[in-house]
Antibody
Framework: EVQLLESGGGLVQPGGSLRLSCAAS????????MTWVRQAPGKGLEWVSV????????YYADSVKGRFTVSRDNSKNTLFLQMNSLRAEDTAVYYC???????????????WGQGTLVTVSS | EIVLTQSPATLSLSPGERATLSCRAS??????LAWYQQKPGQAPRLLMY???NRATGIPARFSGSGSGTDFTLTISSLEPEDFGVYYC?????????FGGGTKVDSK
């Protein structure tokens, strides 16, 4: 069974940093692109970032470009999101998700982790 | 960026009724559109991809259609577990974008 377990969320002050992790199991991590999607409280879904299988290609939403960095450790089956210069509008549940198909990125997401809440507030 | 507009915002139906959800794109997607279901307190779940392909384990009462700029998700006969919020998502162009969602609730 595919499992994705996010961690690292919490309360951080504006301008601060946080590093999210997503531990993957139940599939060949090195064969799939991975994605971060966020959801502000009571709002819809917003795509954040995608990383290719090797980590050599990364893509970002304009809202986080230059502040967030996605990476992966294929030896530990773990995806990361380094978030710097955090703003109040970054407050959201952050989900990691596996790409639907091997190779890619194919850019459909299945399945998703349960999410980790990031709150940016003073 | 490609804007996805979902309608209606809310759909109030009873179990057994047919649900028809719409997603309209600001430019052509070919068929590069997915649908997700999200229940309260849960992560989204992939239902359909490439407009009309059901994801693994998705019941046959869910179907998707459309191409270009107009897409439809149909639930042929609502089950109690189908109530929730439905999102469309495009992969035609960066940045990837989601629609604002349609809430299907109980009448």
């Amino acid at each position: 069974e595919v499992q994705l377990l996010e961690s690292g969320g919490g309360l951080v002050q504006p301008g601060g940093s946080l590093r999210l992790s997503c531990a993957a199991s139940g599939f060949t991590f090195t064969s799939y692109a991975m994605t971060w999607v966020r959801q502000a409280p009571g709002k819809g879904l917003e795509w954040v970032s995608v990383i290719s299988i090797s980590g050599g290609n990364t893509y970002y939403a304009d809202s986080v470009k230059g502040r967030f960095t996605v990476s992966r450790d294929n030896s530990k089956n773990t995806l990361f999101l380094q978030m710097n210069s955090l703003r109040a509008e970054d407050t959201a549940v952050y989900y990691c998700a596996k790409d639907l198909l091997e190779g890619g990125p194919y850019n459909y997401f299945d399945p998703w982790g349960q999410g980790t809440l990031v709150t940016v507030s003073s | 960026e490609i804007v996805l507009t979902q309608s209606p915002a809310t759909l109030s139906l009873s179990p057994g009724e047919r649900a028809t959800l719409s997603c309209r794109a600001s430019q052509s997607l070919n068929v590069y559109l997915a649908w997700y279901q999200q229940k309260p307190g849960q992560a989204p779940r992939l239902l359909m991809y490439d407009a009309s392909n059901r994801a693994t384990g998705i019941p046959a009462r869910f179907s998707g259609s459309g191409s270009g700029t107009d897409f439809t998700l149909t639930i042929s006969s609502l089950e109690p577990e189908d109530f929730g919020v439905y999102y469309c998502q495009q992969r035609k162009k960066w940045p990837l974008t989601f629609g604002g969602g349609t809430k299907v609730d109980s009448k």
